[in-house]
């Protein structure tokens, strides 16, 4: 079992940065540069959607509306995955939510992930 937990949401005016980080405790047997890790997000009544997923070996790609402004990385030695979310928009504002999965790749979709974070508020006013 792999836990994960989200920080760094908060509230931000339009056009400003934030940093989202997620630190993972990979399960027994598994090491965490092994594992594909993701950023999702989600509004109420809506569908979660992907943001960025970074494969086990660095290769990352995003969702067309965060292309050019948001940065997915990872720090293997810290077990943390991160998220650089620069010329924030209104629509940006959801809770972010960190996953992963065993296998070294992942597609951008919610079903190639198996573990879950609680999530974390991003809001972004206008």
């Known amino acids: 079992q792999v836990q994960l937990v989200e920080s760094g949401g908060g509230s931000v005016q339009a056009g400003g940065s934030l940093r989202l980080s997620c630190a993972a405790s990979?399960?027994?047997?598994?090491?965490?540069?092994?594992?594909?890790m993701g950023w999702f997000r989600q509004v109420p009544g809506k569908e979660r959607e992907g943001v960025a997923t970074?494969?086990?070996?660095?290769?990352?790609s995003y969702a067309d509306p965060v292309k050019g402004r948001f940065t997915i990385s990872r720090d293997n030695a810290k077990n943390t995955l991160y998220l650089q979310m620069n010329s924030l928009k209104p629509e940006d504002t959801a809770m972010y939510y960190c996953?992963?999965?065993?296998?070294?790749?992942?597609?951008?979709?919610?079903?190639?992930?198996?573990?879950w974070g609680q999530g974390t508020q991003v809001t972004v006013s206008s």
């Open positions: 996953a992963a999965d065993p296998r070294w790749w992942s597609r951008l979709r919610e079903s190639d992930f198996r573990y």
């Open positions: 970074i494969d086990s070996d660095g290769t990352t």
């Open positions: 990979p399960g027994s047997g598994y090491t965490y540069s092994g594992y594909s």
